[in-house]
């Protein structure tokens, strides 16, 4: 089992006159997303594991991809067009769109009819061989870039083959 919470930050400075007026500022462009992940059940060989893999990290000295439970898949997405026959994989929430960096069982579609061949995938960007007319939308599953907040991890033993562990990370880009 496990248990997560996800949040978003943006920095904003906020002034206000005497007269009431107010003035806001933020010096991001892209929200700050933090999640907290915590998983109550953990086998042994789990635990392990985890561990193994913040030690691969070096803690929060490497960045990782990381896929998210719950937030983690577009459908029929309509793609943003670079250029150069390019088009940019993108996480929507609501009205909000943000690019993502990489993406994997990618399924292409241009006008709704679907392409198998003809295109690549690297970095969150689809490239085509060749110049397309129309919309371009895909399904797929993205990836957020993450790193550890804490350098180190905890697990606390709850009984025999029974471990509880809490990840906190945070978006890099």
Same mark, same amino acid.
């Given at each position: 089992?496990w248990?997560?919470? $996800?949040g978003q930050? +943006?920095? !904003?400075?906020?002034q206000?006159? %005497?007269s ?6 933020t010096?991001q462009?892209?929200p #700050?997303w933090?999640v907290?992940a915590?998983?109550e !059940?953990?086998t042994?060989e789990?635990? /392990? =594991?985890?561990?193994?893999?913040v #030690?691969?990290?070096?803690?929060a000295?490497?960045? *990782? +991809? +990381?896929?998210?439970?719950e937030?983690h ?6 793609l943003a067009?670079l250029?150069?026959? /390019? @088009?940019?994989?993108v996480?929507?929430?609501g009205? @909000?769109?943000?690019?993502v960096g990489?993406i994997?069982?990618v399924k292409?579609y241009v006008?709704g009819i679907? &392409?198998?061949?003809g295109?690549?995938v690297?970095?969150?960007i689809?490239? *085509?061989?060749? %110049?397309?007319t129309? =919309?371009? !939308?895909?399904? @797929? &599953?993205y @990836? +957020?870039?993450?790193?550890?907040v804490?350098?180190?991890?905890n697990t606390?033993k709850? *009984? $025999?083959?029974?471990n509880?562990v809490t990840i906190k990370?945070?978006v890099? &880009?």
């Amino acid at each position: 089992s496990w248990k997560s919470e $996800k949040g978003q930050s +943006w920095n !904003t400075a906020v002034q206000k006159s %005497a007269s009431g007026k107010v003035v806001t500022n933020t010096q991001q462009f892209l929200p #700050a997303w933090t999640v907290v992940a915590k998983y109550e !059940t953990l086998t042994d060989e789990e635990t /392990r =594991e985890l561990l193994g893999f913040v #030690a691969l990290c070096k803690g929060a000295s490497e960045p *990782f +991809w +990381w896929l998210d439970p719950e937030d983690h898949e577009a459908k029929k997405q309509v793609l943003a067009p670079l250029g150069n026959n /390019r @088009y940019q994989a993108v996480m929507k929430q609501g009205d @909000y769109v943000e690019a993502v960096g990489y993406i994997d069982n990618v399924k292409v579609y241009v006008n709704g009819i679907e &392409r198998t061949s003809g295109f690549s995938v690297s970095d969150g960007i689809i490239t *085509f061989n060749s %110049a397309v007319t129309g =919309e371009v !939308t895909a399904d @797929y &599953r993205y @990836y +957020w870039k993450m790193m550890f907040v804490d350098d180190g991890i905890n697990t606390n033993k709850i *009984f $025999k083959n029974i471990n509880e562990v809490t990840i906190k990370m945070e978006v890099v &880009r």
